[in-house]
T-cell receptor, first 112, second 114 residues
Framework: AQSVTQLGSHVSVSEGALVLLRCNYSSSVPPYLFWYVQYPNQGLQLLLKYTTGATLVKGINGFEAEFKKSETSFHLTKPSAHMSDAAEYFCAVTDTGNQFYFGTGTSLTVIP | DTAVSQTPKYLVTQMGNDKSIKCEQNLGHDTMYWYKQDSKKFLKIMFSYNNKELIINETVPNRFSPKSPDKAHLNLHINSLELGDSAVYFC?????????????FGPGTRLTVT
């Protein structure tokens, strides 16, 4: 069985500061990993994904994540937070595409 | 053009009623899903359909019945609505295989049962 753990249900950063959202997964097979963002009253939007190949993946809005197999992690980072980054962020994993497992989400607050 | 659309966006109804939520995707995807998001933002998969066939049916009360008339549509019918059914329901679609898998989500349907 697969699972996803997001450490920190709430993260606050100052505008311009580094954003780091943590995600650890468990999977018995090579996983496909995703980060989604959800703005208030909207659906989830794909930020970035890891399937195969390069372990550092870049996404939209300046976000990137690094797949570290030895640490079973897929942490999301952005060098400089912007007010518009305030949202809920979800990490997800799948192996077949039929069943996705989502983390419990991390609410990001950006302080001006 | 909206990739994944859901109707209605808001649904307010009384306990015991029966209601349906419709979902359509125009992305040519072969797999569609229904998720329930509770008040704490926790996302739980309910159903997954691949080429109109039920693939995933999580522990969901049998009052919930999905119907997929074709690959582009996956509707959710709920019988005898209960207070605990109040949540936001999201439809999603993806192309399974070919190393893709990312899901595209609809805008959600906020269901309130009174």
């Amino acid at each position: 069985a697969q699972s996803v753990t997001q450490l920190g249900s709430h993260v606050s950063v100052s505008e311009g500061a580094l954003v780091l959202l943590r995600c650890n997964y468990s999977s018995s097979v090579p996983p496909y990993l995703f980060w989604y963002v959800q703005y208030p009253n909207q659906g989830l939007q794909l930020l970035l994904k890891y399937t195969t190949g390069a372990t550092l993946v870049k996404g939209i809005n300046g976000f990137e994540a690094e797949f570290k197999k030895s640490e079973t992690s897929f942490h999301l980072t952005k060098p400089s937070a912007h007010m518009s980054d305030a949202a809920e962020y979800f990490c997800a994993v799948t192996d077949t595409g039929n069943q996705f497992y989502f983390g419990t989400g991390t609410s990001l607050t950006v302080i001006p | 053009d909206t990739a994944v659309s859901q109707t209605p966006k808001y649904l307010v109804t009384q306990m015991g009623n029966d209601k349906s939520i419709k979902c359509e995707q125009n992305l040519g995807h072969d797999t569609m899903y229904w998720y329930k998001q509770d008040s704490k933002k926790f996302l739980k998969i309910m159903f997954s359909y691949n080429n109109k066939e039920l693939i995933i049916n999580e522990t969901v009360p049998n009052r919930f019945s999905p119907k997929s008339p074709d690959k582009a549509h996956l509707n959710l019918h709920i019988n005898s609505l209960e207070l605990g059914d109040s949540a936001v329901y999201f439809c999603a679609s993806s192309r399974v295989g070919g190393g893709s898998y990312e899901q595209y989500f609809g805008p959600g349907t906020r269901l309130t049962v009174t």
